[in-house]
C-alpha cells in the first residue's frame, strides 16, 4: 500500500505544476497577405449615362434607371508609374478589370480586362453593351474596378505573386434614391493626411466641398467626403462585432452629421423651404425622430456657435457614451 502511494505521488502533478489559467478575448481579424494600396483607384471617376458628369464617390444614386440610357463609364484616374513607387510592381504586370454584380440576378460578369498601355492610351472606358444587356438594373448594381496580377510571378514574403491577386480596389453601387443621407468612408494612409497639411496620425479628417447642402441626397457624397487613417481601418472593418468598432462608426457619425447641420444652416438663405428628401431635412428629420425634439429646434442649435449642444445631442442619440463604456469594461 505504502508503495502505491508513493508511485501515485510520484504521477501526480502539484497545484504549482500549473500556472493559474486567465480567459483571453480573441478577436477575427481579416488579414491582407500582401501588399495592396487603398488609395491608388480612389481618383476614378464613374457615371451611368453618357451626358451625366463623372462623380468619384462610392455610389450613383438614380430616381429609375432608364435601361435605354445605361452606357456605364470610367474615367481612368491614375498614373501607371505609380505602382512601382506604391507597391514595388511593374505596370507590365498588372492588369486593370471590371467587373459587375447584379444582386438581383447574384450574377457576376467580367466587363473590361485591360493592360496599362490600354489604360493609359483611353482615358474614358465603356462597359460594354453586350455585358449590359445580360444586367437586370434592378436594385442594387455593383462596378467593382481593381488593379490585379496579370500572371504569376516569383515575389519575395508580403508580396502579391498569384495570377488575380488585386492590388488596388473601389466599388461603386448603383441604386435607386434612397430617404438616407449616408456619406462615403475612404481610407486613406497616413501620408495622405501630411499631403493636406495635417498630422500623419490624424483620424478621421471631415472635408466639406460644398456649403449649400439643401441639395438632393444622391449629392452627398460629392459635398462631403471623410477619411480615415488606415491604421484603425482594422478597427473600422469590424464595427457590428467589436466595441471599439462601434465606438468609431458613431463617433464618425456623430462629428459628420453635425458638421453638415451645422454648416449647411449656417449658410442657407433665411426662410429657404428645405428641399423634401433632401441632405439637410434628412438628417435634421432622422435626429428629431430619435430625439423627440422638433426640427426648429434643432436647427435652432446648429446655428449656434460651434454647434457644442447639437454636438452633444448626437452622441446621446447614437449611444457613443455607452460604446464608449463597454470598451472600458472589457479593458
Known sequence: MDTIDSNLSSITPSPQAFPQKKWLRTEARTIRPFRY???????????????????????IQKDDIELERVAPEIRLDFNPASLEEQLGIDSGQVKFIVSVEDKALKQTILALNLTMEECVTDEVVRIPESVCR?????????????????????AELGEACIAGNWLARKEVGITRVRDTATFPI???????????????????????????????????????KVYVNETVNQVLSRAE???????????????????????????????????????????????????????????????????????????????????????????
Open 134 to 154: 445580360k444586367l437586370s438594373w434592378i436594385g442594387e448594381t455593383k462596378l467593382v474596378m481593381a488593379l490585379v496580377l496579370a500572371e504569376d510571378r516569383d
Open 37 to 59: 494600396s487603398e488609395s491608388l483607384l480612389q481618383k476614378l471617376g464613374t457615371r451611368l449615362y453618357a451626358e451625366d458628369d463623372f462623380v468619384e464617390g462610392d455610389s
Open 186 to 224: 475612404s481610407i486613406v494612409p497616413p501620408g495622405w493626411f501630411k499631403e493636406v497639411g495635417l498630422p500623419t496620425e490624424t483620424t478621421y479628417y471631415i472635408e466639406m466641398l460644398s456649403e449649400d447642402l439643401n441639395q438632393p441626397c444622391e449629392q452627398l457624397p460629392e459635398m462631403v
Open 241 to 331: 462585432e467589436s466595441s471599439a468598432g462601434r465606438a468609431l462608426v458613431r463617433s464618425i457619425y456623430c462629428d459628420t452629421a453635425a458638421t453638415i447641420l451645422a454648416v449647411g444652416f449656417e449658410n442657407i438663405e433665411p426662410n429657404t423651404e428645405l428641399l423634401k428628401n433632401g441632405v439637410l431635412q434628412v438628417v435634421a428629420d432622422r435626429l428629431s425622430d430619435a430625439t423627440g425634439l422638433a426640427t426648429q429646434a434643432i436647427t435652432k442649435m446648429a446655428k449656434e456657435p460651434g454647434a457644442s449642444k447639437l454636438r452633444a445631442l448626437l452622441q446621446a442619440e447614437t449611444g457613443l457614451t455607452k460604446a464608449l463604456a463597454s470598451i472600458s469594461f472589457r479593458g
